[in-house]
């Protein structure tokens, strides 16, 4: 599996992911920088977590419009996977891949900890290599956490089989306990939790690892 994980000015989870998807494929993903306007022909692009631009304005919107994210959309239009991890998940929602918003925790408190989430669908080549309703465990660190949607939108990601992930014990007051959704066409997973975080004993457990592997299979 080729694979990208993209950089912001603020990102300080791309090493993690880089060495989850690194352990799991045996290939090391390609580091991208925002300001570029092209991406290497790969089969997974990753967003990682982090605070870019230090989070002012709104999280992850000055990234949202950098020049990389024309390109990342162009790909996931074309069907090429994309996953969004806690900051990644608010930059693909500010640049309009998937909907909704990341807002303030309901506490206006940084959470640190790990959460049990609930796998919603296992429809999607992220998902599939977990049962539906399985309940995972995987850590969280985040303050905008939130994630709202209208009425519209939050019947349409219902309707459509679109929420992968919902928190057990809601931690931030997502509606709907969401955790994770998908874009229509399915190729696009955001969320707030950290899968590569929970990929090897080493880390306290294998939780997370089934979510790569799948993305594994799906181009193998």
Known sequence: M??????????????????????????????????????????????????????????????????????IAREAERGVAVLGVCNGFQILCEAGL??????????????????????ETTASQFTNGYTKGQVIRSPVAHGDGNYRADDETLKRLNDEDRIAFRYVDNPNGSIDDIAGILSEKRNVLGMMPHPENLIEPLNGGLDGRPLFEAALKAVA
């Open 98 to 119: 998937l909907p909704g918003v990341l807002m303030r925790n309901a506490g206006l408190k940084f959470i640190c900890k790990e959460v049990h989430l609930r796998v």
């Open 2 to 71: 080729k694979s990208a994980v993209v950089v912001f000015p603020g990102s300080n989870r791309e090493r993690d992911m880089i060495a989850a998807i690194e352990k799991i494929s045996g290939h090391r993903p390609v580091t991208v920088w925002h300001g570029d306007h092209d991406l290497p022909k790969v089969d997974l692009i990753v967003i990682p977590g982090g605070f870019s631009y230090g989070d002012y304005l709104r999280s992850g919107a000055i990234a949202a419009r950098e020049p990389i994210m024309a390109a």
